[in-house]
């Protein structure tokens, strides 16, 4: 048995650890690689000047497509807005879990799909968007519903669409520098290499190693934060339902639906419930979870089986 | 550094802090007074809206007088309760329509040619969502007040709460002792469901 109240503060705390780390391990590989290339160059500086530049073009990248994350994602599932009357169960369940967390109304919409799925988007609560298919709409009783909806609006209290787009900004950052690492040794192959001594050559083999490995290894402390922000996102799911068989009786549906989901793409894939693009695999071992959105269905219900 | 310049710092941090603490009970308190009225909003939402499920309703349940005369109980009750203000009236005749939903369920579940009727599984669905609504406006006082008052008592939060003399909030009142917070021993035999 497991209060509500500290297994959402501790899905916090472990989401704060992750966050933290990813950070950290960001920042080392951004030092290392631009101190690499400004040694590779034989410049005096640290080579600061480089992440700066990495950092506006990643920036400015996802900057727009998180500004314009509600528009964009709609476009792009071709979604038509919701209905109170076509859609009742949806939109009162929706308007009723807004008025415990205390959020504004989302904007609601609907994509016609027998895949059963829903996310959540927008920069902000003002903003916010929540999108499900007529699959899930239709399938699942008002207390399931429930579970899923109160799953979507935590993700929107809990700003994961901006948090996302900064760490999706922090592994374009380290990815640019090391592209340009990578580049700059393969085509130069030394000619502009100045004398600059040890020190020099050692930063550019520290260089060379960050430059390989940091983007593989930022993209899966990426993924870790997103599986962390999906336990979170159940656990406030509870807090605001108080019933945790709704969402475990749901995820059970969706688990077993095995239907992928046509709009959806891997740009996108993080934002649903469960991931839309599941193959037929049912069983995840250790390494292939590694690379997974969404953490696997038996874990989060049997997490929320802790709570009953 | 100087001694004093370095105390001036810790005092400037200690205002600050004891500031953002005060406001943050401020913020709770009237959040929880907003709370209280939404519970009024929601129950003058349903106090308005049984009347017109009653009459649209009337033709398809004609024959369940007892149905309908605790749809009108509801209603009488709800909307005494908001004429008077009180909130445990007001609680009490929400719980009186949250009653009555799964008696109308099983009228409705035993009788396919209304269980048909658009009518009527629009007014079940309006009544689930009303008591619902009323439901988690409730939660919302519950966890305002929860939170309110953890705080009260937490350090060092009360330090802050004993100066400026704030007080524990009520929340949702509930009686401490009771048969709701006894099991009989008839409830402790496993319910056996004959179909």
Known sequence: MVNVYESVAANRRKSLLVITSFIAFILLAAYFIARGLAAYYGYESTGLEFTGIALVISGFMSFISYYFSDRIILGLSGARPADRKADFNFYTVTQNLCLAAGLPMPKLYVIDDTAMNAFATGRDPKHAVICATTGLISQLNRTELEGVIGHELSHVANYDTRLMSIVTVLVGLVTLLGDWFLRATWWSRGSRRRENGNAGAIFVVIGLVFAILSPIIARLIQLAVSRRREYLADASSVKLTRQPSGLISALTKLGADLEPLEAANKATAHLYIVNPLKGLHGSMDWFSSLFNTHPPIADRIKTLESMV | ?195
């Open chain 2, 1 to 195: 550094m100087n001694p004093i310049f370095l105390l001036g710092i810790v005092a400037i941090a200690v205002v600050v802090y004891v500031i953002g603490v005060y406001n943050d009970f401020a913020t709770a308190k009237t959040r929880i007074k907003a709370s209280i009225q939404e519970i009024g909003n929601q129950l003058k939402r349903q106090a308005d809206l049984i009347p017109n499920l009653e009459e649209s309703a009337k033709g398809y349940l004609k024959h369940e007088k007892d149905l309908f005369r605790m749809l009108t109980d509801a209603r009488k009750s709800v909307q005494s309760a908001v004429s008077s203000g009180d909130l445990g009236k007001l609680s009490d005749a929400a719980a009186k329509v949250a009653e009555l939903l799964p008696k109308i369920q099983v009228v409705v579940e035993s009788n396919p040619e209304i269980k048909g009727a658009d009518v009527v599984t629009r007014l079940m669905d309006e009544l689930r969502d009303t008591s619902d609504k009323v439901m988690y406006a409730r939660r919302t006082l519950i966890d305002l007040v929860a939170d309110y008052n953890v705080k009260m008592v937490t350090f060092p939060t009360n330090l802050v709460a004993n100066v400026f003399g704030f007080q524990p909030e009520k929340g949702l009142d509930t009686p401490s002792t009771g048969t709701h917070l006894e099991v009989s021993s008839a409830e402790t035999r496993s319910p056996k469901v004959q179909l």
